[in-house]
C-alpha cells in the first residue's frame, strides 16, 4: 500500500491506494460479519442448550413436590384413621357424654352462624 508523508510525519494513504485500502475496509468488515454471526450462533445454540437444562431441573423438582406432598397425603388420611377410630371408641364408652358434647357444639356453631 502506498503512501505519502505529510509535514506532520504521518502518512496518509496516497490517491492510487484508495481502492486497496476500501477492498482491505469490506473484506475485514465481512470477515467481522462472519464472526458476529457465529457468535450469535454460538450464543443461541447455548440458550437452547441452557433452556433444555432448565426445563429438566424444573421437571424433576416438580415431581420431587408430587412425590412429598403424595407422601404427606398417605401420612394425614392414616391419622385421621387413627383419630376417627379413637372418637368411635369413646362414643362407644360413653354415648351420653358424646351426645352431650355434639349438641354444644352444634348449640356454638349456630350462635355463631347468627351473627
Excluded: C, W, Y
Excluded at 484508495?18 to 443461541?44: N, Y
Excluded at 445454540?45 to 404427606?72: F, I, P, Q, Y
Excluded at 384413621?81 to 349456630?110: D, M, N, T, Y
Amino acid at each position: 500500500m502506498a503512501t505519502t508523508a505529510t509535514a506532520t510525519g504521518k502518512n496518509i494513504p496516497s490517491p492510487n491506494a484508495t481502492g486497496a485500502t476500501l477492498a482491505d475496509f469490506e473484506t475485514h468488515a465481512g470477515r467481522i460479519r462472519d464472526d458476529i454471526e457465529k457468535l450469535a450462533g454460538s450464543v443461541a445454540t447455548a440458550g437452547s442448550v441452557l433452556s433444555a437444562d432448565v426445563r429438566a431441573d424444573a421437571g424433576a423438582k416438580a415431581n420431587e413436590l408430587r412425590e412429598a406432598s403424595e407422601n404427606t397425603l398417605r401420612e394425614l388420611r392414616s391419622q385421621l384413621g387413627g383419630i376417627e377410630k379413637q372418637l368411635r371408641s369413646k362414643v362407644r364408652e360413653r354415648p351420653v357424654a358424646a351426645l352431650g358434647v355434639a349438641v354444644g357444639i352444634g348449640f356454638l356453631i349456630a350462635l355463631i352462624a347468627r351473627r
